[in-house]
C-alpha cells in the first residue's frame, strides 16, 4: 500500500476511537440515570484490496482499516420478560397486602382503630347485668346504652370499608390514566425509533430507553406481552388485548357505576353504544361485560398468570359493590336466590369479604335480640290474650332493632328457609322510642314476676356457637368469638399476602439485579474501556505522524 495510502489506515483509527470515547463518555454521564442502557461499540474491518489471487496459500490482500459500524444496547429479552412479569405479580400481591394492613387498621384494636369489640363484649356484659335484675331501669338503661352503642360503631366500622374501597376507587382511575398515557407515550416512541433507525446507520438507543422504562411501569400494572419487529416497531399486548399496534392506541375507559361510582376499566374498540334522547353515548350493560378488560370470576393463581399487576389488586381488593350479609346466604345484588354467588363474585374480594362477614355479625345480633323480644312478646299474649306486654301503642312488639328504610321483602333460600332483607349495618338504628324511654322493656309479666326466661334466652344467644364466617368455614362460634375469628382471618390472611409478597420482593430484585448486571453501567469498566480507547487514539495518531514523518523525509531526499 501506498504512504499515502496508509494515512486513511490511520484516520479510521482517529475516527473510530473518538467515537468509541464519546459513547464511554456518554454511558460515565448517565451513570445513575434511571432506565438508562449500557451502550456498546461495535467496531469491525473495512473492505480489502486484492493485489494477486496466485498465492497456493491465501490471497493476498490489503486492509483498509477499521470500520465504527453501531452503538448497540446491551440487554437479554428473557431477563426482561421475567422481570415486567414478577413485578407485576409483585404489584399485584403489594395491593392486597395493603389492603389487608388497612382492614386491620378498621377492625383492630388499635388506637386508629374503632375497638368494635369493646362493643360486643359491652352489650354482653349489659346483657348479663340485666338478667341479675330485669326490672332495674338502670339495667334497661344500661342495655339501650350499649346496644345503640354497638350500632353506632359498627356503622362506623363498616363506614371505613366503604370509605376504603371509594379510596381504591380513585386509585383504579389513576392506573387506567397511567396506562392509556404509557401506551401513548410508547406509540410516540415507536415513530420516532423507526424514522432515526430506518437507514441503519443510527440506532435511537436514549429513546429505547425511554421504550423500556415505558414497558417496564406497563408491566407492573398488568399482564403485558410485546414484540419488535424489523424497524424497531414494538407492539405491546395488555391482559391479552392489542394495546400498541400498527400506529394505533386502543385506548382503556372507564365505566362509572350510578349508584355505587365505582369505575369499571373497559375496551373502547369492544364497546357498542347507544344514545339516549339527548344525544349522548350511554354504555350498554351487554356491550359493558363484552368489553372488560378483567373477568374477576376467574380464579387467582400463580400457573394461570392471574395474579399480574397493580390494576387487577385494586379491581379485586376493591370489589363492584358494597357486601352484605345476604350474599353469603348467595343471595345477589338482586335480592334473588343464586347457588354460588358468594364463591364467585365475593369471596375474591378482600373488601367485599370482610363487609359481608361483618355484616353478617350485626344481622345476627340485631335479628336475634328482635327475635326474642318478640317471642316473649307472643308468649305472653298467647297466655293473657290482652296483654301488653313489650307491645308498643299500636300492639306490635317492641324491636330494639329497627330498619331505616322499612322494606317489606323476603328471599327463600335452596333449603326453603325465608329470609328477610333490610337488616344490614348500615340500614338499621336503635329504636328512638327506647332510646328516649329505656323501661318500656319493663321485662315484668303480667303476673309481676320478672322475665328471666327472656333474659336466659339473652344469655343463651349470646353463647351459642351457631354461627360460621361464611360457607367454606365449618367451625362454629359464638357471637363475641365471631369477632374474634373475623379479626383473625384478616391478620392470617394479611400474614399470607405478606410472605408472598415478600417473597416476590426477593424474585424481583434478583431479577433485577441481574438485569442490571447486563444494563447497568460500571464505572471501573467504563473507565478501563476509555484508557483503551485513548491508547488506540494515540497509537492512531503517532501512527499517522510516522507516516507523515516518512513521506516528509521522501519528499526531502527526492526534492536534492
Known amino acids: 500500500m501506498s504512504l499515502m495510502g496508509s494515512l486513511y489506515l490511520g484516520v479510521s483509527g482517529l475516527q473510530t476511537s473518538h467515537n468509541a470515547l464519546n459513547t464511554t463518555a456518554h454511558n460515565m454521564s448517565n451513570l445513575d440515570t434511571e432506565g438508562y442502557t449500557r451502550q456498546q461499540v461495535a467496531l469491525a474491518t473495512k473492505g480489502y484490496n486484492t493485489i494477486s489471487k496466485s498465492s497456493t496459500v491465501s ?168 414484540s419488535e419487529n424489523d424497524l424497531g416497531y414494538v407492539s405491546v399486548k395488555f391482559e391479552g388485548v392489542d394495546l400498541v399496534k400498527g400506529g394505533l392506541v386502543n385506548t382503556m375507559s372507564l365505566y362509572e357505576d350510578p349508584e355505587t361510582g365505582f369505575y369499571t376499566p373497559y375496551w373502547e374498540m369492544f364497546a357498542t353504544y347507544t344514545y339516549d334522547a339527548e344525544g349522548h353515548k350511554v354504555l350498554t350493560e351487554e356491550s359493558l361485560d363484552a368489553a372488560k378488560v378483567y373477568d374477576l370470576t376467574r380464579t387467582i393463581a400463580s400457573d394461570l398468570n392471574t395474579d399480574i399487576g397493580s390494576l387487577k389488586g385494586l379491581l379485586l381488593a376493591r370489589g363492584d359493590h358494597r ?130 326466661a327472656t333474659m336466659e334466652a339473652m344469655k343463651k344467644a349470646f353463647q351459642e356457637t351457631i354461627y360460621t364466617l361464611n360457607p367454606n368455614v365449618q367451625t362454629p362460634v359464638c357471637f363475641n368469638d365471631y369477632y374474634k375469628n373475623l379479626v383473625a382471618q384478616v391478620a392470617n390472611s394479611g400474614s399470607v399476602f405478606a410472605a408472598i409478597q415478600e417473597s416476590q420482593t426477593v424474585t424481583v430484585d434478583s431479577l433485577s439485579s441481574a438485569r442490571e448486571q447486563i444494563v447497568g453501567v460500571s464505572s471501573d469498566e467504563e473507565l478501563t474501556n476509555m484508557i483503551m480507547y485513548q491508547n488506540a487514539y494515540n497509537a492512531s495518531s503517532r501512527y499517522i505522524n510516522v507516516i507523515s514523518e516518512m513521506l516528509e523525509h521522501i519528499l526531502t531526499t527526492l526534492g536534492r
Open 59 to 226: 490471497w493476498q490482500q490489503l486492509g483498509l482499516g477499521v470500520n465504527y459500524t453501531q452503538t448497540r444496547q446491551v440487554r437479554d429479552y428473557f431477563l426482561d420478560l421475567n422481570y415486567r412479569r414478577e413485578s407485576g405479580r409483585n404489584a399485584f400481591y403489594e395491593v392486597s397486602y395493603n389492603a389487608m394492613q388497612e382492614i386491620e387498621d378498621i377492625l383492630g384494636e388499635s388506637n386508629e382503630g374503632h375497638a368494635f369489640s369493646e362493643a360486643i363484649s359491652n352489650l354482653w356484659t349489659s346483657v348479663q347485668e340485666l338478667s341479675k335484675d330485669p326490672t332495674s331501669a338502670v339495667n334497661q338503661n344500661l342495655f339501650v346504652t350499649r346496644s345503640y352503642e354497638f350500632i353506632t360503631k359498627a356503622s362506623a366500622v363498616y363506614e371505613s370499608l366503604c370509605d376504603y374501597q371509594d379510596n381504591m376507587n380513585v386509585s383504579v382511575k389513576n392506573d387506567v390514566d397511567k396506562i392509556n398515557q404509557y401506551a401513548q407515550a410508547i406509540e410516540a416512541l415507536n415513530e420516532q425509533i423507526v424514522g432515526i433507525e430506518a437507514g441503519d446507520v443510527e440506532k435511537a438507543n436514549d429513546l429505547r430507553d425511554q421504550r423500556n422504562y415505558y414497558l417496564d411501569e406497563l408491566g407492573k400494572m398488568g399482564n403485558i406481552s410485546y
Open 323 to 452: 357486601a352484605t350479609a345476604l350474599e353469603i346466604k348467595d343471595i345477589n345484588t338482586d335480592g334473588e336466590y343464586e347457588e354460588g354467588w358468594y364463591d364467585t363474585h365475593i369471596s375474591q374480594s378482600i373488601i367485599m369479604n370482610i363487609e359481608a362477614e361483618f355484616d353478617q355479625l350485626i344481622n345476627a345480633v340485631t335479628t336475634k335480640i328482635n327475635g326474642i323480644l318478640a317471642d316473649a312478646a307472643e308468649k305472653e299474649s298467647a297466655q293473657y290474650p290482652n296483654s301488653t306486654y313489650l307491645r308498643d301503642d299500636n300492639g306490635n312488639p317492641i324491636q330494639l332493632f329497627t330498619k331505616i328504610i322499612d322494606e317489606q321483602k323476603s328471599v327463600t333460600l335452596a333449603d326453603g328457609t325465608v329470609v328477610e332483607t333490610g337488616w344490614n349495618v348500615n340500614n338499621l338504628e336503635v329504636n328512638m322510642d327506647l332510646r328516649q324511654n329505656p323501661s318500656l322493656l319493663g321485662f315484668r309479666l303480667s303476673d309481676s314476676a320478672e322475665d328471666n
